[in-house]
């Protein structure tokens, strides 16, 4: 009994020094040797929380890991909050460590952080809580930085430690020398007899749910991919049968098996349920079923006042197309001849009236206003003669011809058929960027030709010619004047600049320019305009990709603004500059161009309000205008036949997804009104929302570029 007796005293009086009752166990010891019982010692070995702790003081970011992997359950690591906040701060304490501690310039740690930034801790990184740490190990002398100067304070340690201390205690259920509630060996031993729950029991739950929630997690997942499998099924198989019905009409029959293969592919399950899917009607009666079964799946019951205000809708537009003018036709050969002599009154006059058939017209209207001057070549784009007829009045002496001509050349860029006219004149592409590089001033002429190369720029050889016309090196210096310029110069320049730096000769033509155009791009990163914010965005994904303009950007603390510019950015441009920030620190080697010297696909939506008409003040005393002036003076008796081939915009196909970002030119708000998910970038230590693609600010009725004048 003795010796039970002892071990009970030993305890009593672990458990009263724990709680700092000290008189009473003082009172306790005095007590038990008047009575000649001599207790056990308490040993306190040093328990698995003071291991922690020392090799958090100690600067030992070795051996601290080994005891966080070789104590802390997988799960919890893997999906617990705090866990994986503590981890990174930890990891921030020990890159830091040498310099607070005066051991040394701390190379080696940083070259460690470095290495987790890299690794497991590339997602946690791309946090808004944690994304400013992605520059410390880049910035020369981080304990004077502002970012950074809390981390060097004994308060941030010291609060640090203690966060980590009370998680230790809930998380590892070894610590045996922590003076808390739940810690000494009575406690233990009373809850365990009164079925109370520890904290290591609640910790077992929460990896129990944690699995159950993993579990749940690759069900879904595994549903994911099969979605996805069906989908690329579907599309194989529409794709055969486009090819089937290209061969049926070169003569090839289709065979009843071939049918049946595509059917069985289609129908599985019903193959496996016996039906016979040869029998005339039975593939398109399952077809119409599994097609209404999705339809009425999805289909919600309109509101009446929803339906009431679309058919006003209807109404509106069928008003406004029955008082819609009928559009007279003209005499097209009257109309060139006197383009090319007449006075320059004349012509400006004539080019506006040209400009507001295609931009006061609806739709229909306007678009077969388009194909009647396409047909009909009215500028001269498919003429054999060494220079187009609108080129010719790009380079009049009177600047409102010139203001004119360049006004209606971007109203034929805003549509698609007119550039795909526009664009078979390798010459008048020339004399745009002849026109546009000649000055640095933000004229109205200067923004419509802009504008116009702006919108032809999703080219390849188009972007191949404007490099080498000098245009990367003309855009840094315009965009010197950033103050100056208008909005819309600013974004078709940064637009354009975006275009032309995905090919690498644009990339290699803005390095003579880095430190210019990087420190442009750094004054713009924290700019009140989410799509100009987008556009740099872009141009320094591209620029930061070659190694000397990386090295620039380096040298100018460039990752200082970055890491500035993410606190205060909405989400969407966030996630961008983390990437842009991940990639300043990387090692990688120039981008080439991706995909070969084919030019990218022009499919884009006519946009319903056309560019050109803006700020317009040509006018005439007696208001011989527009339609009236064309009806006056051009308009013939008989309706014109169209002359010369019809230029129609190109066949549109489907792009390939990219695994990475920004290799082919895309339009602005295409990416930048869908919401921002990471964009299956590889081989990127943080990988997050890439930067938007280069784009156009004005293809298309959804362009903000239009909205902002």
């Known amino acids: 009994m003795e010796g039970v007796e002892a071990e009970l005293n030993v305890l009593i009086l672990e458990h009263l020094r724990s709680r700092g009752y000290l008189q009473s166990s003082a009172t306790l010891e005095t007590e038990l040797q008047h009575r000649k019982f001599k207790p056990l010692p308490i040993v306190q070995s040093p328990g698995l929380l003071t291991k922690f702790l020392l090799a958090f003081e100690r600067g030992d970011r070795a051996g601290f890991f080994n005891l966080w992997d070789q104590h802390l359950p997988p799960p919890l690591k893997k999906s617990d909050p705090t866990c994986q906040s503590l981890e990174f701060n930890v990891s921030v304490h020990f890159a830091v460590y040498p310099v607070k501690a005066g051991a040394g310039s701390g190379a080696q740690a940083m070259q460690d952080f470095k290495a987790y930034l890299e690794n497991r801790g590339a997602v946690l990184a791309q946090s808004q809580e944690f994304a400013m740490f992605c520059a410390l190990p880049y910035v020369p002398d981080p304990s ?132 016979d899917l040869t029998r005339p009607g039975t593939t398109t009666a399952l077809l119409r079923a599994s097609v209404t079964a999705l339809t009425q799946s999805v289909q919600l019951p309109q509101r009446p006042a929803i339906q009431q205000q679309q058919q006003q809708q209807q109404q509106q537009q069928q008003q406004q197309q029955q008082q819609q003018p009928q559009q007279q036709q003209l005499d097209y050969s009257k109309m060139k001849s006197d383009l090319t002599r007449s006075p320059n009154s004349r012509k400006a006059l004539l080019l506006q009236a040209i400009r507001w058939r295609l931009t006061r017209s609806l739709a229909p209207t306007r678009d077969e206003a388009l194909r009647e001057l396409v047909s009909n070549d009215i500028l001269g784009c498919v003429s054999p003669s060494s220079e187009c007829v609108i080129g010719a009045l790009l380079r009049n002496g009177d600047p409102g011809v010139q203001e004119q001509a360049a006004r209606l050349v971007n109203a034929f860029c805003s549509m698609g058929m007119g550039r795909a006219y526009i664009t078979q004149s390798t010459h008048l592409v020339r004399t745009l960027c002849g026109v546009v590089t000649a000055r640095l001033d933000d004229t109205h002429t200067q923004r419509n030709v802009l504008g116009s190369i702006q919108k032809i720029s999703l080219k390849r050889s188009l972007q191949t010619l404007m490099i080498d016309a000098g245009l990367p090196h003309w855009l840094i210096e315009f965009l010197k004047g950033v103050e100056s310029l208008s909005d819309y110069s600013l974004r078709y320049a940064l637009a354009l600049l975006m275009n032309l730096t995905l090919r690498t000769a644009g990339k290699k033509a803005c390095i003579p320019s880095g430190a210019i155009i990087l420190r442009l791009l750094g004054d713009l990163l924290e700019y009140d305009d989410t799509e100009v914010c987008s556009y740099v965005n872009g141009i320094l994904y591209s620029l930061l990709s070659v190694p000397e303009l990386r090295s620039e950007g380096r040298t100018l603390g460039l990752g200082e603004l970055l890491g500035s510019s993410i606190k205060t950015s909405p989400p969407e441009i966030k996630s961008q500059l983390k990437y842009i920030l991940g990639q300043l620190g990387s090692d990688s080697t120039v981008l080439e161009d991706s995909g070969d010297d084919a030019d990218n696909e022009d499919d884009e939506e006519d946009p319903e309000v056309i560019e050109g008409d803006e700020d317009d003040t040509l006018t005439m005393d007696d208001g011989v205008t527009g339609e009236t002036l064309l009806a006056s003076e051009y308009q013939v008796a008989k309706p014109s036949t169209l002359k010369g081939p019809l230029v129609c915009g190109p066949k549109r196909t489907h792009a390939k997804l990219s695994e990475v970002p920004c290799t082919r030119p895309v339009t602005p708000l295409n990416i930048s009104n869908r919401p921002y998910t990471p964009l299956n970038i590889s081989n990127r230590p943080y990988t997050a929302a890439a930067p938007i693609s280069c784009v156009s600010p004005e293809m298309g009725g959804r362009k903000a570029a239009r909205s902002a004048k």
């Open 144 to 275: 004077k930085h502002p970012t950074f100067k809390t981390i060097f304070t004994d308060l941030w340690t010291i609060e640090l430690k203690a966060r980590l201390e009370q998680f230790l205690r809930l998380a590892v259920s070894e610590v045996s020398d922590a003076p808390v509630s739940g810690s000494t060996r009575l406690f233990s031993i009373y809850t365990s007899s009164k079925g109370l729950r520890t904290s290591s029991t609640a910790v077992g739950e929460v990896v129990t749910l944690q699995k159950k929630l993993s579990d749940q997690e690759q069900h879904y997942e595994a549903r994911l991919m099969e979605l996805q499998t069906n989908y690329h099924t579907l599309v194989g198989i529409s794709m055969e049968l486009v090819e089937t019905l290209e061969s049926s009409i070169s003569g090839q029959p289709i065979t009843s098996d071939y049918i049946h293969g595509l059917c069985s592919r289609l129908f599985g399950s019903a193959v496996q349920q016996g039906i």
